[in-house]
């Protein structure tokens, strides 16, 4: 079983739209969530950060975690065409120093 | 704040040379991360600081790879004898402590 696991996509949905991008984990002492944004071609950009089971809201994104269920999603509402990208999520095992442990990543792509 | 910068850019070389790549990260942030990616992947740890200390290395890091902080600020990796398959998008990371982590915007390396 991978360490982090997403959906490899794409996935597509429509402009206007709300784009669920799923996540598991098999750590279950990993302690933070992160999700990235990665155009093609450049260096991945952080979104969000998540620590605590429940949501967090910033701007159109939500992060949700679950750490019984070994689960993180990343919620965009009224999705825009420039969030086409690959996103990443990535967590950080418990005592290892911070390195942070990537999943394959899911391509979202927007339609107009 | 600049950002994390590094150098150079691209990078094409011939098989069996040796490369040097440059980090310099956020300037008040004392952890610095290095990280692979190759295509349709996520990135994979590689290496990290904490000030100048090179405190974890990866099975990935082969003994052709070698990692220096020298005065906890900037950072170089160098591969030496390159092989085919250590062409990939190299990434420098840092962050303060255990927070959140800052990507530049990488090094393509690409050997022929």
């Known amino acids: 079983q991978k360490e982090v696991e997403q959906n490899s996509g794409p996935l597509s949905v429509p402009e206007g739209a709300i784009a669920s991008l799923n996540c598991t984990y098999s750590?279950?002492?990993?302690?933070?969530f992160f999700w990235y944004r990665q155009y093609s071609g450049k260096s991945p950009e952080l979104i969000m950060s998540i620590y605590s089971n429940g949501d967090k809201e910033d701007g159109r994104f939500t992060a949700q975690l679950n750490k019984a269920s070994q689960y993180v999603s990343l919620l965009i509402r009224d999705s825009q065409p420039s969030d086409s990208a690959t996103y990443l999520c990535?967590?950080?095992?418990?005592?290892?120093?911070?390195?942070?442990?990537f999943g394959q990543g899911t391509e979202l792509s927007v339609k107009p | 704040d600049t950002g994390v910068s590094q150098d150079p850019r691209h990078k094409i070389t011939k098989r069996g040379q040796n490369v040097t790549f440059r980090c310099d990260p956020i300037s008040e942030h004392n952890r610095l991360y290095w990280y692979r990616q190759t295509l349709g992947q996520g990135p994979e740890f590689l290496t990290y600081?904490?000030?100048?200390?090179?405190?974890?290395k990866s099975r990935l890091l082969s003994d052709r790879f070698s990692a220096e902080r020298p005065k906890g600020s900037f950072s170089t990796l160098e591969i030496q004898r390159t092989e085919q398959g250590d062409s990939a998008m190299y990434l420098c990371a840092s962050s303060f402590g255990n927070h959140e982590q800052y990507f530049g915007p990488g090094t393509r390396l690409t050997v022929t």
């Open positions: 750590d279950r002492g990993s302690q933070s």
């Open positions: 600081f904490q000030n100048e200390a090179q405190l974890e």
């Open positions: 990535a967590r950080v095992p418990y005592n290892q120093g911070g390195k942070l442990i």
